[in-house]
């Protein structure tokens, strides 16, 4: 192609392939240099980014008008890519970055962030879910074509049926696949894909299962790419944790990876502020009050059988110390309970008080465990039969909770409203539903992701707006030593003390963003 008149800048740099299009399986890492302010504002807005998507994933459903428009504006105010027709390097119409800068953006913070996100299996499981969410908005705002062409370009070359195939099936199909008629199935492309491949659609029956094979409508692929790119991004994680002994002798790099991933959820629970503020009788009227359905759950398991497995005492214990109790208070609760049952007094002294002791971190590697959050409870060590632990909006049996929700004196038109939720695997919007409904207000002021958050907030609405949030940690911050320790060159410590100037401003930022999360 030949260009007259004026020589435009042709961009030759190998990064420019990468931002051909709006989204990418961040497949290769950012080669070039950059300045150490410049890491750490990407960091900090893409950290913003995936915050933004945790608190509407649990506000909307998901992809609804009202998400992508929130979602659209939060792009737009951070200066991260939103409209997938954008070309590149198109800087007519537009002040401010170009959509080449946005998307570099957006390459280099994602890899920032694995940074940051790859140390624990919590930090790693909240970064996955927001980047999935994250590429399911902007997989779902490509066109038809656009989704093709990604498709092609990063090698998912899924079967497609033969017509014949598709005839044979065609009744089948119609009947098993979301929004599919008769006519349609003409029309369009069905994927053949081992089912485990597309575990969400054979969970919500929205695809024809067949032989260990689900048949995919072209409309609903995204489930599998969102399958590998979930796939991918755990195996990179894993890679990214073994480089981290180097990454993290860079004096510079340590403290603001630290603090990034101390940000995730802003509190974690675990520092007690009201320690001794709850007395052990007051345990029966707030777990009717002020318990999210979880733990009001194991509650009345374990008043009725006096018991609860390991999975339960951990939930349920945790939650207990985040919202007050302190070590002796949590023996004595657990001991009277327990003896009622099959332990005497003795055999809780040998077999279960040094579990609670360990909960406190005063034994074993005497580390201060956190209480779990929503996702740790929905995500991992799934209940079994004789558990009580887990999160009854995804682990329960439909009916159970129906029956349940009307134990509890949930209204039908309510039980409705949350069983809706929970066959759109909106868990946690279903909990908030039944908070706005037990607490009878027209719509919860926060966006919920953690048990103890639950009951905090159910505190506040029952004390008429009491504040009763607890204190943040401190985060690490010994960058300000860095350029001092004479370790590094001349124009690297100059750099790392610019740096160390500029980190307390942004991380202050980045600690009132997250405060009120
Ligand atoms: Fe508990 Fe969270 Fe499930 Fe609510 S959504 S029941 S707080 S785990």
């Given at each position: 192609m030949q260009f007259s008149g004026r020589r435009r800048k042709v961009i030759t740099s190998p990064q420019v392939e990468l931002y051909g299009q709006a989204l990418q399986f961040y497949g290769q890492p950012p080669l070039e240099n950059m300045s150490l302010s410049e890491f750490e504002s990407f960091a900090v807005d893409r950290l913003k980014l995936l915050k933004t998507i945790e608190n509407l994933g649990v506000s909307y459903v998901k992809l609804s008008d009202d998400y992508?428009?929130?979602?659209d504006n939060e792009s737009r105010n951070l200066n991260f890519p939103y409209r997938p027709d954008a070309v590149p390097d198109d800087r007519k119409s537009q002040v401010g970055p170009s959509e080449y800068e946005k998307r570099r953006k957006d390459h280099i913070s994602h890899f920032i962030l694995r940074l940051a996100y790859c140390q624990t299996e919590d930090l790693r499981r909240w970064f996955i879910q927001q980047e999935v969410d994250l590429f399911r908005y902007r997989f779902n705002g490509?066109?038809?074509?656009?989704?093709?062409?990604?498709?092609?370009?990063?090698?998912?070359?899924?079967?497609?049926?033969?017509?014949?195939?598709?005839?044979?099936?065609?009744d089948k199909l119609v009947n098993s696949s979301h929004n599919v008629s008769g006519i349609t199935v003409e029309d369009q492309d069905f994927y053949k894909v081992p089912f485990q491949d597309a575990l969400d659609l054979v969970r919500t029956r929205k695809v024809y299962l067949k032989a260990g094979y689900v048949y995919i409508p072209h409309q609903d692929i995204v489930a599998i790419v969102l399958n590998d790119f979930r796939t991918r991004l755990s195996?990179?994680?894993a890679l990214t944790a073994r480089s981290l002994p180097a990454v993290h002798s860079d004096e510079r790099l340590q403290p603001l990876l630290n603090h990034l991933s101390h940000a995730y959820v802003g509190q974690d629970y675990s520092i007690q502020k009201n320690v001794g503020k709850i007395s052990l009788e007051q345990i029966d009227s707030l777990s009717v009050k002020s318990f999210p359905l979880c733990m009001r759950q194991l509650h009345q398991a374990l008043r009725d059988s006096h018991h609860l497995r390991h999975g339960g005492r951990m939930q349920y214990g945790l939650f207990l110390k985040g919202i007050g109790l302190s070590l002796e208070q949590a023996l004595q609760f657990w001991r009277s309970e327990f003896i009622r049952g099959k332990v005497d007094a003795d055999k809780f002294d040998k077999a279960y008080a040094y579990g609670i002791r360990h909960m406190f971190g005063k034994e074993g590697k005497r580390a201060d465990y956190t209480p779990y959050s929503c996702m740790k409870v929905i995500l991992s060590n799934l209940p079994s039969q004789g558990d009580h632990h887990g999160c009854p909006f995804?682990?329960?049996?439909?009916e159970l909770l129906k029956q349940k929700l009307q134990f509890y004196k949930v209204s039908p038109s309510g039980i409705s409203q949350i069983l809706e939720l929970v066959k759109g695997m909106h868990y946690q919007l279903a909990c908030q539903k039944y908070f706005e409904l037990t607490h009878s207000i027209e719509e919860a002021s926060f966006s919920l992701n953690h048990p103890n958050q639950y009951f905090i907030e159910s505190q506040r609405v029952l004390g008429g707006g009491k504040d009763i949030k607890r204190e943040v940690g401190t985060p690490q911050r010994s960058q300000e030593n860095?350029?001092?320790r004479g370790s590094t060159t001349d124009r690297e410590a100059a750099a790392a003390a610019n740096a160390a100037k500029d980190l307390p401003e942004m991380t202050e930022d980045l600690d009132s963003f997250f405060q009120d999360a």
């Open positions: 992508k428009r929130k979602l490509l066109q038809p074509k656009q989704k093709v062409e990604f498709l092609h370009k990063n090698n998912l070359q899924y079967d497609t049926i033969s017509v014949e195939e598709k005839k044979t099936l065609q195996k990179a994680l995804r682990h329960s049996d439909p860095s350029a001092a």
